[in-house]
Each structure stands twice: as C-alpha cells, then as structure tokens.
Nanobody, 120 residues
Framework: QVQLVESGGGLVQAGGSLRLSCAAS????????MGWFRQAPGKEREFVAS????????YYADSAKGRFTISRDNAENAVHLQMNSLNPEDTAVYYC?????????????WGQGTQVTVSS
C-alpha cells in the first residue's frame, strides 16, 4: 500500500511559478514510477508528467513541455513538479500517482490532490 500526499498548491498570477510536492509513505518507493495528473472543473483528468523509478526518464504532456519539470528524490520518498510560466488554463486540482511504468497507462495509487489556481 502506498499513501501519497500532495502539497504546494495555491493561488498564483499568470506568468508565475509553483512547486508541487508529493510525499509517499512506502518502503518501496523505487518500485514505482510516479506521475502528475490534473483535473480542471468540468473536464476529465489529464496526464501532465511522469518519471521513471530512477529519475532518468521523464515524459510530458505537450501542454507541460518547456514549462514544467518533474523530479524525484528517492532518499526522501518524494516527487516534485516545478511549474513555470503558469497561465489560467493550468488551473486545476493536481494529483500525484504511483504505478509500475512511467509510460503508463496504469497508476495504482493516487493522492487526494492539491488545488492550483492561476489568475489572469
């Protein structure tokens, strides 16, 4: 069982930055690839970024490329999402997830989410 807790969300102006973090409660963190997803009001949840267990491989949605960076600290059982150049379309609840492969499609464990609101 893996428990995931996100933090770092908040209100930011367009063009600003936020760093999301996800803390994992597990002794086997390196068994899991990690991903970030988001869900805006009235929309389906969508993939944002993922990272392999080692941190060597990453994958981004087109909307995140060049603006967001995913990273992980296996010593701290944490994964981060640095978000720069935010725009109002990035407003959503952001979730971290753990699964067997950074290429997906299955993620077995999910956090409760953290709200990100970008004002124009």
């Amino acid at each position: 069982q893996v428990q995931l807790v996100e933090s770092g969300g908040g209100l930011v102006q367009a063009g600003g930055s936020l760093r999301l973090s996800c803390a994992a409660s597990t002794r086997t963190f390196t068994n899991f690839a990690m991903g970030w997803f988001r869900q805006a009001p009235g929309k389906e949840r969508e993939f944002v970024a993922s990272i392999s267990w080692s941190g060597r491989d990453t994958y981004y949605a087109d909307s995140a490329k060049g603006r967001f960076t995913i990273s992980r600290d296996n010593a701290e059982n944490a994964v981060h999402l640095q978000m720069n150049s935010l725009n109002p379309e990035d407003t959503a609840v952001y979730y971290c997830a753990a699964g067997p492969s950074y290429t997906g499609p299955t993620y077995d464990y999910w956090g409760q989410g953290t709200q990100v609101t970008v004002s124009s």
